[in-house]
């Protein structure tokens, strides 16, 4: 069995990134597309390098080198178990190919190992990322010896496990529960938001009013100690790599490995089963004759989009996501008071004059159209093959993507309108900057997919979470809000003036909407032949 798990494996891995087609296509313009993504993924992880590998220096310098291996153990296992969370299900549980496997003397755990294979391949390349620097950045400021060198090692290879088979499991529950209900999709990507956000307020709770210090000391100290109690593991490696000893992490590589087998044995039981179920689709109005509906063309294809998008969980969950984010923070900031918050930090007025930045950047993450031409995958043919203008059909996309926006933006407004009660600059602020971001995160999510479309999909994963549209567009829209949100910053810290900062927000957002309305324009006349 595991030979066969690792030669289905093999064939699933293939199509990792997409190297296997641009390794064979003789596509001058495909391989001119990939080296262009393969520079943009060069430069972001030189930045995530850069980031991580400043903070272990820093770090060193007050001190503190021996959080270093808790720090990158916790990072690695908490970003592993949200982001694996979001698509674990549909890769495990997906149709695709399934059912010309069952057919084959393969049996269905050689299926599940291989798919679990495959979410671990990735995973465990994000987790040398992490590991690797620092392991070289410990060893060299503690002196450390073979053994701590040997634990680095070791968690490199067995730190994704534990996050991986607790996202899986997740997974596996939600798939579980969902393929019961009469809206499978619906129920499946509720679900995965509120365990994330549920997620995501455990590892970022705390009892802040106990740190008496402003000093990064006690407040590393105090995420070390919440990050001990909330994901044990951490602290196992913690002492392990510290006191250069084994135990610690033969017991973590046991409890690992036992967790995992047993989440393997169930999902075994259950495999079949919720992949039938989820495959399942009610039957509604049992056949009565039912009076077509008229309405415009627009709003047919927008109404079209919206079908779609509730019929699939992983869009669902990964869109509205940040969406969610953006409500929630408004009204935690607002009813925790920026003030509360501004005198932990110390800066008094910083909170409402940065919160529309901040809203801004939690709705861009990823808008619905940085894939929703990708996701029409092989029946792209139908839409083309009706005498609808291409422009329309993107305009129903963009309208689609704003109109789930708005619900959001309209709490995320109000809430912090009513919570912090800005006047003047800081309320048109508050207004006009999340509107505008979204507006553009909409039209370069859409520009990014015609740039880089993808039709020959086999899981909405390698499209909604792989997907070279998506990472452009993610990736456009942060460094946007980041400069503006700097660049308004730094004025109003510079400047004892207010009209400094004013302006300075005022001209970028004005840069903002002239970027949007040219990236629309060159999108009206793009013509996609595929």
Same mark, same amino acid.
């Given at each position: ?83 694996? *969370? ?9 149709? #695709?190919?399934?059912? #010309? ?56 290879? /067995? ?31 509720? *679900? ?28 590393? #100290? ?47 039981? /259950? ?46 969950? #990964? ?24 005198? +932990? ?32 995958? +092989? ?57 505008? /971001? ?11 997919? *015609? *740039? ?40 109003? /810290? ?37």
């Amino acid at each position: 069995m595991l030979k066969t798990s690792i030669r289905l494996w093999k064939v699933i891995t293939c199509d990792l990134f997409g190297l296997n087609e641009l390794r064979y296509t003789k596509d001058s313009g495909k391989r001119k597309r990939a080296l262009g993504m393969g520079l943009l993924w060069a430069l972001v992880i030189l930045m995530f390098e850069g980031y991580l590998i400043a903070s272990m220096l820093g770090y060193v310098k007050i001190g503190m080198a021996e959080i270093l291996p808790i720090y990158c153990y916790a990072v690695t296992g908490i970003l592993i178990l949200m982001l694996t *969370l979001l698509k674990a299900g549909n890769v495990l549980f997906s149709w #695709n190919s399934l059912e #010309n496997l069952l057919a084959m003397p393969i049996p269905r755990s050689a299926i599940l190992i291989a798919r679990f294979l495959n979410l671990y391949t990735t995973n465990l390349l994000f987790t040398a990322a992490v590991m690797l620097p620092g392991m070289m950045i410990y060893g060299m400021a503690a002196g450390a010896g073979p053994v701590c060198f040997a634990v680095f090692l070791l968690g490199i290879l /067995f730190a994704p496990l534990l996050p991986l088979t607790l996202a899986t499991g997740l997974a596996a529950l939600i798939k579980g529960i969902s393929s019961r209900m009469k809206y499978k999709r619906l129920a499946e990507a509720a *679900l995965m938001i509120v365990i994330s956000v549920g997620i995501i307020a455990l590892f970022s709770g705390g009892d802040y009013e106990a740190i008496s210090a402003e000093t990064i000391k006690n407040l590393t #100290n105090t995420i070390v100690v919440q990050l001990s109690a909330v994901y044990p593991p951490a602290a196992w490696f913690q002492k392990s790599a510290t006191e250069e000893t084994l135990l610690p992490m033969l017991a973590l590589i046991l409890v690992s490995l036992a967790v995992f087998t047993v989440l393997m044995l169930l999902l075994n039981r /259950f495999f079949l089963p919720i992949c039938t179920a989820l495959r399942q689709t009610g039957t509604k109005h049992h056949g009565k004759v039912m009076t077509g509906d008229r309405s415009s063309l627009m709003w047919a294809l927008v109404k079209r989009e919206f079908r779609y998008y509730f019929s699939q969980s992983l869009y669902m969950s #990964n869109t509205a996501i940040g969406l969610v984010m953006m409500a929630a923070a408004s009204v935690a900031v607002s009813v925790i008071g920026p003030e509360s918050i501004e005198a +932990k930090i110390g800066m008094q007025g910083i909170v409402v004059k940065l919160l529309p930045y901040g809203l801004a950047l939690c709705g861009c993450i990823m808008s619905t159209t940085a894939s929703s031409v990708s996701l029409e995958g +092989k029946t792209r043919w139908l839409t083309r093959s009706l005498p609808i203008p291409e422009k329309t059909q993107y305009d129903s996309k963009l309208l689609m993507a704003l109109l789930l926006d708005l619900p959001f933006y309209l709490i995320a407004v109000a809430a912090a309108a009513i919570g912090m009660k800005p006047a003047g600059a800081d309320l048109v602020r508050l207004i006009v900057i999340p509107a505008v /971001f979204l507006v553009f995160a909409a039209v370069i999510g859409l520009y990014a997919n *015609l *740039l880089f479309p993808r039709f020959d999909w086999e899981n909405e994963v390698q499209v909604i979470k792989q997907g070279a549209a998506t990472a452009v567009a993610m990736f456009a829209a942060m460094v946007v809000i980041f400069l503006s949100g700097g660049a308004f910053a730094a004025a109003h /810290f510079l400047f004892p003036t207010p009209l400094a900062g004013n302006m300075v927000s005022a001209c970028t957002t004005f840069v903002v909407i002239l970027l949007t309305l040219l990236l629309y324009r060159i999108i009206s006349r793009k013509k996609l032949e595929q």
